[in-house]
T-cell receptor, first 113, second 115 residues
């Protein structure tokens, strides 16, 4: 069965370190998204991609970067982790149809100490 | 700017009764889509229902229905015959104008079903 996976599921890191969160989908979806979830804020969009070599900034992109070298993967990198980036991170993907829902990964809980 | 508002941080409902979760939105785009997701305590995001802005009828999926009132810019989720397993966080989301597939999410409503 097709799926979307994230790794690691839990990560503790120190302030200032570079961290990369992996996202891999086997749906063959063109669209991929990264969100962070914080209490009182719902899910906020960090970065998104509509295809290979395409990346775009979302509403909370500062301190994050992504790259899309193939259809299946959209890794999220925190260049220099900050305590404010402690959050739960969700990756999602969708087909290129407006009525189609996004499929979400299981999430990664990141703690920056 | 687009915005989704969920004004109920938490709600209780008795098992087997119906419950309505409110969602209002703001957009100037003529074409948009509205989605509801469920997030149980285990954390995964589960798609429930979709309503397109041009759909004439309200969407239904099993015990879930979407009460879409375009003039009022509301897209309330109705859960009929609540079950204990419905206890979860519920998020309303909106996709923007044609050609964009990204969502804007509301802050969510936590529903607790009482036995």
């Amino acid at each position: 069965d097709a799926e979307i996976t994230q790794s690691p599921r839990h990560k503790i890191t120190e302030t200032g370190r570079q961290v990369t969160l992996a996202c891999h989908q086997t749906w063959n979806h063109n669209n991929m998204f990264w969100y962070r979830q914080d209490l009182g804020h719902g899910l906020r969009l960090i970065h998104y991609s509509y295809g290979v070599q395409d990346t775009n900034k979302g509403e909370v992109s500062d301190g994050y970067s992504v790259s899309r070298s193939n259809t299946e993967d959209l890794p999220l990198t925190l260049e220099s982790a900050a305590s404010s980036q402690t959050s739960v991170y969700f990756c999602a993907s969708s087909m290129g149809q407006e009525s189609y829902e996004q499929y979400f990964g299981p999430g990664t809980r990141l703690t920056v100490t | 700017a687009q915005k989704i508002t969920q004004t109920q941080p938490g709600m209780f409902v008795q098992e087997k009764e119906a419950v309505t979760l409110d969602c209002t939105y703001d957009t100037s785009d003529p074409s948009y889509g509205l989605f509801w997701y469920k997030q149980p305590s285990s954390g995964e995001m589960i798609f429930l229902i979709y309503q397109g802005s041009y759909d004439q009828q309200n969407a239904t999926e099993g015990r879930y229905s979407l009460n879409f009132q375009k003039a009022r810019k509301s897209a309330n989720l109705v859960i009929s015959a609540s079950q204990l397993g419905d206890s979860a966080m519920y998020f309303c989301a909106m996709r923007g104008s044609s050609g964009t597939y990204k969502y804007i999410f509301g802050t969510g409503t936590r529903l607790k079903v009482l036995a």
